[in-house]
């Protein structure tokens, strides 16, 4: 997974499954692109992952996830639930606030 944190008023976590980066998803009027300016930051395991994700809810964070294997890995960080997330062409997405 690649893991990228934004700093702004309050940190951006974004984090996707590294297949994933430069690539563009479409399904009706839903749209998503994976840009790698936005989403390209460290490669990263699971547990690496988990502890920042835990790490970045304590602090306020933003969250922007999509994958597979970034959405389990966060929903195993209890960060988002399986409400918080849509699908666009099959791809799992969780955005904004959790």
Known sequence: MQLKIHEA???IVAL???SLIGKTFSEGIKQIEIKP???QG???SQK???KILKDMEKEDATFNIVGKEAI???IE??????NGIIEIDGIPIA???M
């Not at 960080?77 to 399986?82: E, L, N, T, Y």
């Open 42 to 44: 460290e490669e990263k």
């Open 9 to 11: 008023y309050r940190k």
């Open 77 to 82: 960080a209890r960060i988002i639930s399986k």
């Open 48 to 50: 690496e992952v988990l």
């Open 37 to 39: 300016g936005f989403f």
């Open 16 to 18: 996707a499954d590294t």
């Open 95 to 97: 955005l904004g606030l």
């Open 72 to 74: 389990e890995t966060a």
